[in-house]
């Protein structure tokens, strides 16, 4: 991890931080510790956001690590044909592949670098699972699943699948550096990522050098939260310590830092950080298993829809 870098990050866009003198810088204001679980057919996870008031979320809805696991032949798992209404799933491969299929003839596969954007909108059917190559093989995966929730006036959109190849994710570095950014979606100093959002958000992973510091614009409408993939560091201009398989929840601003240890674990040079940072919706957020909807009564006719086989159906030969 990651897949995608380069040699020299000085060779890449720069980031410019603002002046200090005019900085508002965001404090970090709450650190949570993601449990672990399982998803689908067993394969492990961290809860990112366990803990963390939906206030500080909005317009995210939860995010789970997935893996960092080191599989022995046979044991890669996915997840069997499941519904899904009202929102989005950003799927991130950092190591290994993923195929996603789903009943509305979107999907493919994923791999070092890759992401997966699913609008369920008024929903449809979907599986993710390992290729058979890797079940077989067993082998290193690791990746990131991200739900962003969709205004009312979107929920019932038609779904729509995006295919975000690692090449063509908008890569940049710090002022100094000392950091490697990978922009996925939203806008960063003038440079924008791929992704497509219903919902104005920005998600960008950043890998930041040991001892380097990270001072970044953000736009003061947004929420920020920072996720630890590995390593560990400090966020905020106080540095509250964070690490691996911690959340960050910042305050308000319009700039927000992070800094790496200057001693790392042997397993990962740099302190691999996820920053997010959303415009909150402020609509009622309802959410009950794959359906996030406003009201208990579009949650139950989700229900039903689905098990009338409104949401689609699965393809014969699956």
């Avoid at 670098?113 to 008024?122: E, K, L, V």
């Amino acid at each position: 991890m990651p897949a995608v870098t380069v040699d020299n990050p000085l060779t890449l866009p720069r980031v410019t931080p603002p002046a200090e003198e005019a900085r508002q810088q965001r404090r970090a204001l709450q650190v949570t510790t993601a449990p672990s679980g399982f998803e689908g057919e067993g394969f492990p996870v961290r809860r990112a956001f366990a803990g963390i008031d939906y206030k500080n979320l909005d317009p995210f809805i939860m995010m789970d690590q997935m893996g960092e696991v080191e599989y022995a032949p046979g044991e890669p798992k996915g997840t069997p044909w499941h519904p899904h209404r009202g929102f989005e799933t950003v799927t991130y491969i950092m190591d290994g592949t993923f195929i996603h299929q789903d009943s509305h003839g979107g999907g493919g596969t994923i791999a070092d670098g890759d992401t997966q954007w699913m609008t369920a909108g008024s929903g449809l059917l979907h599986i993710e699972t390992p290729p058979e190559s890797l079940v077989m093989s067993g082998g290193l995966f690791h990746g990131l699943q991200l739900w962003v929730n969709l205004p009312r006036k979107d929920k019932m959109i038609a779904p729509k699948y995006q295919d975000i190849g690692s090449g063509n994710i908008k890569l940049l570095a710090s002022a100094d550096g000392g950091a490697l950014l990978r922009v996925i979606a939203g806008e960063l100093d003038g440079h924008t990522g791929p992704g497509v959002t219903h919902t104005p958000i920005t998600m960008i992973h950043a890998s930041v050098g040991p001892g380097a510091e990270l001072t970044l614009p953000w736009r003061a409408d947004f929420n920020a939260l920072a996720y630890g993939l590995a390593g560990r560091g400090t966020a905020g201009a106080e540095g509250r310590p964070f690490r691996m398989g911690q959340s960050v929840v910042f305050g308000r601003g319009d700039t927000l830092t992070i800094r790496a240890d200057e001693s790392q674990e042997s397993r990962s040079p740099n302190f691999e950080v996820v920053l997010l940072g959303g415009q909150p919706i402020r609509e009622p957020m309802m959410q009950y298993g794959p359906f996030v909807m406003n009201t208990h009564a579009e949650l139950a006719q989700a229900f039903e829809d689905f098990q009338a086989g409104r949401l689609g159906t699965v393809p014969a030969q699956d």
